[in-house]
């Protein structure tokens, strides 16, 4: 157990950045992966739009902060996601390519 004093509301802000996380990987790492760079322009674009009421403008604004750290680190982690499902194409793509080309062409080098 944690020393650390914990806020349910941050293991809930976690749970949901981790679901925007596993959404945003599902569509990136399919046919879509090439728009990573435009899910995360609409992610950060989108983050400020929530308007809190009743509460402390600097309640808020450590909130949105927070919120924000945390979809960054998760639009970090699907980048990663997609910049490996990209990969793991390319070489099935090598691969099959391979096993069409003759036994008697010359290897490429890089």
Do not use: W
Not at 35 to 50: C, I, N, P, W, Y
Not at 91 to 97: C, G, K, P, S
């Amino acid at each position: 157990m944690a020393d650390t004093p914990c806020d349910p509301k941050d293991v809930a802000l976690a749970a949901l950045t981790n679901l925007v996380r596993l959404m945003g990987a599902e569509l990136v790492a399919g046919k879509h992966r090439d728009d990573v760079g435009f899910l995360e322009q609409a992610v950060r674009s989108k983050m400020g739009t929530l308007t809190v009421d009743g509460c402390a403008p600097e309640v808020a604004e450590a909130g949105l902060a927070l919120a924000k750290t945390h979809a960054e680190s998760a639009l970090i982690q699907i980048r990663s996601q997609a910049a490996a499902a990209h990969v793991h194409n390319l070489e099935a793509a090598l691969r099959t390519q391979g096993s069409s080309v003759p036994q008697s062409a010359t290897p490429m080098l890089h």
